[in-house]
């Protein structure tokens, strides 16, 4: 089982809509949990991060955290083509103080 | 104002030569990490630095040597490189080691590619 996993998609959703993106990890002692949005060619740029169960909200963005599930979520709320990048999922490994990234799901907003 | 810099930012060469990778970051942070993204995007570390000293190693070929002058800046020397060495790496850095909140912030990339 891999670390942390992402649907690598490609997640298709039209203007307007809610995109919603899924993370599961396997390291339970795991305490933040981190999204970060890259544009093609470009370097990874944090949006959001969250280490209490339930609900952080920033702008359109909410991170959603379940400790017990082992899952972690994105949802953009009132998707714009310019949230069209991949999203990517990460987890700092308890003990490890490294981040772990999932494989990135590619998320396009049609117009 | 660039927070993490690195230099250069696109690097062909040829199997067998020696390059390095220079990062720079003005945040005043105390660690700094090196990440190579694969052909797939998959983003995995390498390295990482906490006030110059040596914290994380992964499992890298040992052709891989990171060095760190000052907490303000970590370079990266590949020796006899080879075709699989082909990736974007990026530096990152972050303000604490072992913080909670251990928001990593990445520069632009090299993107490297041995023919």
């Known amino acids: 089982q891999k670390e942390v996993e992402q649907n690598s998609g490609p997640l298709s959703v039209p203007e307007g809509a809610i995109a919603s993106l899924n993370c599961t990890y396997s390291d339970r002692g795991s305490q933040s949990f981190f999204w970060y949005r890259q544009y093609s060619g470009k370097s990874p740029e944090l949006i959001m991060f969250?280490?209490?169960?339930g609900d952080k909200e920033d702008g359109r963005f909410t991170a959603q955290l379940n400790k017990a599930s082992q899952y972690v979520s994105l949802l953009i709320r009132d998707s714009q083509p310019s949230d069209s990048a991949t999203y990517l999922c990460a987890v700092n490994v308890q003990g490890a103080q490294k981040l772990v990234f999932g494989q990135g799901t590619r998320l396009t907003i049609n117009p | 104002d660039t927070a993490v810099s690195q230099t250069p930012k696109y690097l062909v060469t040829q199997m067998g030569n020696d390059k390095s990778i220079k990062c720079e970051q003005n945040l005043g942070h105390d660690t700094m990490y090196w990440y190579k993204q694969d052909s797939k995007k998959f983003l995995k570390i390498m390295f990482s630095?906490?006030?110059?000293?040596?914290?994380i190693n992964e499992t890298v070929p040992n052709r891989f040597s990171p060095k760190s002058p000052d907490k303000a800046h970590l370079n990266l020397h590949i020796n006899s490189l080879e075709l699989g060495d082909s990736a974007v790496y990026f530096c990152?850095?972050?303000?604490?080691?072992?913080?909670?909140?251990?928001?990593?912030?990445f520069g632009p990339g090299t993107r490297l590619t041995v023919t």
């Open positions: 990152a850095s972050s303000q604490e080691y072992l913080a909670l909140k251990n928001e990593q912030y």
């Open positions: 969250i280490y209490s169960n």
């Open positions: 630095y906490n006030n110059k000293e040596l914290i």
